[in-house]
């Protein structure tokens, strides 16, 4: 393996720092991209501030070192330095101390600034470690299948009045990759919904089917996209192996969140889709069971069946998932559940049902940190109070 220098190593840490990818940091800086990528994964995609980032003017920047090796290649003394500086003469001395070295004699200002900021960011203990209960909160709520960024928001919900009860995201994600600051067990990128060991992005897409007579999504009611108004769903298959035809159907609820897995044992012919969909959204308040939006898979041919059933069902656009952004995200968090490339039909409907439940149990930001099961139900109490009203009147 050949040996990068101290000074591109600390360019290259730096570029992955401010956001730049392993290529770009590899073109930029002459270090081979293999050896950008096992930086990239050693520390999961996890940096810390990049050595240029501003810091107290209480200490010496990058700018001010340099002029004290000039300075003091001028043979001017630490005094004489302090005050060309405007600095204290014990800040130049123990800075000359320091960082000059033993064999020339010379001051190195670059070395200076690498071993500076190693040392204001040495590992320090992080709020985990100080708060047990803290830490076997968020170690449950991973292996639940939270998110880092819900745990984060869902605490201050759970705990309303205990603020030794709070994390940032950010900080769980650290204590999970940064080794070895991490008090959560690296174990534990298991429980992420990914299962990534480096934190990156990801991107999905999609095969389009024909569909005789479809209504598009252009028609849909306004009302829809404001996720304002109770009862618009969105709807897809995740499929198992080809061998399998198997295949599971989610339907979401825009406003709540709130998901149905359809149950399809004898595969996802148009009619047994149909079916499913009808007896599950059927069996839902007429209110939140209005519409459904759809990609253009084959499985929908039979749509008209549906609409019958009191359920306008709408297309979306060919290639255009992010016009079914709910439902989109939901089938990312299922695969955790139900991996691609495997017999779907070994899923019981108790499996099913175990599955659903716990994305429904699960806090959103956009709710507030509540759960689709919670704003469902919500939203089931104020029709109950609506209907008891009217009754009265």
Sequence with gaps: MVRVDAERARAAWDG???????????????VSKSQVYRWHHSVGGVYRPPAAAPCSTR???????????????????????????SRSPSTISRELGRNTDARSGRYQPERAC???????????????????????VVQDWLKLGFSPEQIAGRLPVLYPDDEAMRISHETIYQAIYVHPRGELKRELTADLRTRRSTRARRGRTERRGG?????????????????????????DLIKGTIASNSAVGTLVERTTGYLTLLYLPDGYQAARVAAAVTEQLGALPAWFAKTLTWDRGREMTDHKTITAAGIQVYFADPYAPWQRGTNENTNGLLRQYL?????????????????QDRLNDRPRRRLGFHTPREAFA?????????????TRI
């Design 114 to 136: 690498r071993l500076a900021w190693e040392r204001q960011r040495r590992p320090k203990p992080t709020k985990l470690a100080g708060s047990p209960a803290l830490r076997e």
């Design 211 to 235: 569909i005789p007579d479809p209504v598009s999504i252009a028609d849909r009611p306004e009302e829809v996209e404001g996720r304002l108004v109770p009862g618009h769903h969105e709807g």
């Design 16 to 30: 992955l720092s401010r956001g730049l990818g392993p290529m770009e940091v590899s073109r930029r800086t002459g």
């Design 59 to 85: 200490f010496l920047d990058r700018e001010e070192r340099y002029e004290i090796a000039r300075l003091a290649g001028q043979d001017l003394g630490v005094r004489a330095i302090a005050r060309a500086m």
């Design 378 to 390: 919500k939203l089931l109490a104020e029709d109950i109070e609506r209907v008891a009203t009217t």
């Design 339 to 355: 991996p691609k490339g495997t017999n779907l039909h070994a899923r019981t409907a108790a499996d099913l049902q175990a599955i």
